[in-house]
Nanobody
Framework: VQLQASGGGLVQAGGSLRLSCSDS????????VSWFRQAPGKEREFVAT????????AYLDSVKDRFTISRDRAKSTVNLQMNSLKPEDTAVYYC?????????????????WGQGTLVTVSS
């Protein structure tokens, strides 16, 4: 699995960004894919997950109603649409492929990780 995360950047508070995670080898089509983030000096935390067929999603409470995760299995991509961004959303965002068809919030349940993309939200 070779995961490539992209779409990060600098945005003002209230703005939007769309992150994308592509899997060049496509073996993740039957696995859950999730986004995590890590802010400076903090532990990596779960943000959102989507099941193998896109039928089930879950979010960190603080991003619910602002972020939307989706996947295109044909293109082996998973996107994270982030709206109404806040300065506290500033972090490096990572996508990860789970070991099972449905995702979890535990880092230990993820076998493959992308390199991360930096999101900076200015106030």
């Amino acid at each position: 699995v070779q995961l490539q995360a992209s779409g990060g950047g600098l945005v003002q508070a209230g703005g939007s960004l769309r992150l994308s995670c592509s899997d060049s080898r496509r073996p993740s089509s039957n696995n859950a894919v999730s986004w995590f983030r890590q802010a400076p000096g903090k532990e990596r935390e779960f943000v959102a997950t989507i099941s193998w067929n896109g039928g089930s999603t879950a979010y960190l409470d603080s991003v619910k109603d602002r972020f939307t995760i989706s996947r295109d299995r044909a293109k082996s991509t998973v996107n994270l649409q982030m709206n109404s961004l806040k300065p506290e959303d500033t972090a490096v965002y990572y996508c990860a492929v789970g070991r099972r068809s449905y995702g979890s919030r535990s880092l230990a349940d993820y076998a493959y990780w992308g390199q991360g993309t930096l999101v900076t939200v200015s106030s």
